[in-house]
C-alpha cells in the first residue's frame, strides 16, 4: 500500500454497498432503532457507515453505494449506482481509500470481484460475514488489493490461524443498537411465549424448532410460539407456500407436517408475525425464551441472537462457529447440539422463568459491553486509521474454547507448520474441510437419500 499518500490524511475516504433493491420500500433511514427488516449482511453495511458517520471525532468520511436511493440515513453520503462492479468503478473514480465488501460463498465471484479491484488498483477489505472455501480464502490472501480480511467474531479468527489469509485477518464483530430494544426485566412483563427470529430457509434451521413444538406444548401447554421471519428475506423472487411464510418446498416438507393440528390448520399455539421491523422488540420483551438458529450452521456471527440477548431476552441457539462467542452459553443462554436439547431447554426456561428473566438480564449487559456498534464503530475508525498509516493489522489476542476439535486441529496444524517451516506446503483446517470433509459429508447424504428411496 502506498502508504505516502494516506498516511495521516485529515480526510479518509471509505465506501461500502448497501444491496437495497429488493428491500427498497422498507424505511432504513434510522438504524439506530434497529434492524428494520433488512437481512444481517445488508443491514451491516448501512449500520457501518451509518454510525462511523455519527462519530464526533473521526477523519472517515464514509460513501454508501445503493442499487436504489430508498429512504437512507441524511448523515450518509449515497450514490446510486446500480451494482457492486459500477460502484467500484465509481469509487476509484472518487478516489475512495478502502471499500469494504462482503464475502460470497461463489468461487467465480469473488475471483471476478478481487480482479477487478486489482484492475483499478483499488483497496479492497472483505468481511467474513460466512465462511468461505479455503480457495478463496487464497485468492483475498494472495491478492495485492485484499489489504485486510475481517473476522466478525473470533471464532471465525481462530478457525484460519492456519491457513496464509490470517496473515491479513482481524476481528471487528458485528452488532446492534443496544439501546434501541430497552431493558424490561420484570418477570411480570414476560409470557410464556417462545419467539424464533430470522428467515424461514433450511439453512437457518426454524424446522428444527418446528419438528419439536408439540413435545414442548404437551409439555407446557399454554406456551406460544411467535415466528418472525419469512422465506423470502435472501431471496424475494421465492413464491411462498400454502401458508404464506416459506417456500412451498420448505413449508409442506419441514414446517406444515409439524405445525398443523388434526384438521390440517395451523396449531392455535403458534403465530406467524412475518417479517417486522422495529416493532419486534415489543414480541422480543414479552417472550420468556427466543430461538436463533438451532443448527448454528452458516453463522459466524448470527445477528438474530444478539438482538434476542439485546432485547433481555433469554436465547437458545446451535452450539457451532459465531455462536460461541455471541452466546455466553450458560449465562445469557443456552447452546444447544440437537433436537432433544432444544427442546428440553426450550421447556425448562419456560417452566423457570426467574431463571429465564435472570439470562436475559445478563445478555442485554452482555450484548451493551460487546456488540454495541458506538463501540464497534469506534474500533472500525481505529482499525482502519492504523491500516493506511502502516500497513500493519491489529490482532486480537487469541481466544481459547474449550472442548473444539476444529480448533485443536488448527493449533495443532500451526505448530507444525512452524516446526516444518514455510517451504515445505501442509494443509490448513479450511484445506481439510474443503478437500476431503465436506466431499465425504456430501456422498454420506447422496447415501442416505438412496437408502430412504429403496
Known amino acids: 500500500m502506498n502508504t505516502s499518500t ?42 457501518i457507515a ?16 445503493c442499487e436504489e436511493q430508498g429512504e437512507l440515513p441524511q448523515n450518509i453520503h449515497t450514490v446510486v449506482c446500480g451494482d457492486l ?8 473514480k472518487n478516489n475512495i481509500d478502502i471499500f469494504i465488501l462482503d464475502a460470497s460463498l461463489n468461487y467465480k465471484v469473488m475471483d471476478k470481484l478481487i480482479n477487478y479491484a486489482e484492475t483499478l488498483d483499488l483497496n ?19 491478492s495485492n488489493s485484499v489489504k485486510g480480511v475481517v473476522c466478525v467474531e473470533q471464532f471465525v479468527f481462530e478457525l484460519i490461524r492456519d491457513h496464509p489469509v490470517f496473515e491479513k485477518a482481524t476481528v471487528l464483530t458485528n452488532g446492534v443498537p443496544v439501546q434501541a430494544y430497552g431493558q424490561p426485566f420484570n418477570i411480570d412483563q414476560r409470557k410464556k411465549n417462545v419467539i424464533y427470529l430470522g428467515s424461514l430457509v433450511p439453512q437457518k434451521g426454524f424446522d428444527k424448532l418446528a419438528r419439536v413444538w408439540k413435545k414442548i406444548v404437551t409439555r407446557v401447554p399454554d406456551a406460544q410460539l411467535l415466528v418472525c421471519g419469512l422465506g423470502t428475506l435472501y431471496g424475494a423472487d421465492n413464491k411462498l407456500g400454502e401458508w404464506g411464510v416459506a417456500s412451498e418446498n420448505y413449508e409442506s416438507k419441514s414446517i406444515r407436517p409439524y405445525l398443523s393440528d388434526t384438521n390440517g390448520r395451523l396449531m392455535k399455539s403458534v403465530r406467524f408475525l412475518g417479517n417486522l421491523g422495529h416493532e419486534k422488540n415489543t414480541y422480543l420483551k ?40 455471541t452466546v455466553d452459553d ?23 422463568a426467574e431463571l429465564a428473566v435472570d439470562m436475559g438480564r445478563a445478555g442485554y449487559i452482555y450484548t451493551n459491553d460487546k456488540y454495541d456498534l458506538s463501540k464497534i464503530a469506534g ?29 485443536k486441529f488448527v493449533s495443532l496444524n500451526s505448530k507444525m507448520k512452524k516446526i516444518l517451516g514455510s517451504p515445505f506446503w501442509w494443509p490448513s483446517y479450511m484445506d481439510f474441510t474443503s478437500k476431503v470433509r465436506m466431499p465425504v459429508a456430501v456422498a454420506i447424504n447422496k447415501l442416505k437419500k438412496k437408502i430412504k428411496s429403496y
Open 85 to 92: 462492479f459500477q460502484s467500484m468503478t465509481h469509487a476509484k
Open 124 to 142: 479492497i477489505i472483505i468481511r467474513l460475514g460466512l465462511i468461505p472455501s479455503s480457495e478463496i480464502l487464497k485468492l483475498m490472501s494472495r
Open 286 to 325: 414479552e417472550a420468556l425464551v427466543g430461538v436463533a438458529n438451532p443448527t448454528g450452521l452458516t453463522e459466524t456471527f448470527c445477528i438474530s441472537a444478539v438482538e434476542i440477548q439485546a432485547a433481555g431476552t433469554a436465547v437458545i441457539a446451535g452450539a457451532k462457529d459465531g455462536l460461541f462467542d
Open 379 to 407: 474500533a472500525w475508525h481505529v482499525f482502519i486509521n492504523n491500516l493506511l498509516a502502516s500497513g500493519s493489522i491489529i490482532k486480537p489476542t487469541q481466544k481459547k474454547y474449550t472442548g473444539n476439535y476444529a480448533l
Open 6 to 47: 494516506t498516511s495521516g490524511k485529515n480526510n479518509v475516504k471509505i465506501a461500502l454497498f448497501f444491496k437495497n433493491s429488493r428491500v427498497v420500500n422498507v424505511d432504513a433511514s434510522k438504524p439506530e432503532l434497529g434492524n428494520p427488516g433488512f437481512g444481517g449482511r445488508q443491514f451491516m453495511n448501512l449500520n
Open 330 to 352: 450458560g449465562k445469557t443462554g443456552i447452546l444447544v447440539k440437537n433436537q432433544n436439547e432444544l427442546s428440553e431447554n426450550i421447556i425448562y426456561l419456560l417452566e423457570n
Open 50 to 65: 451509518y454510525h462511523i458517520a455519527s462519530l464526533t471525532d473521526t477523519n472517515i468520511k464514509p460513501t454508501l453505494y
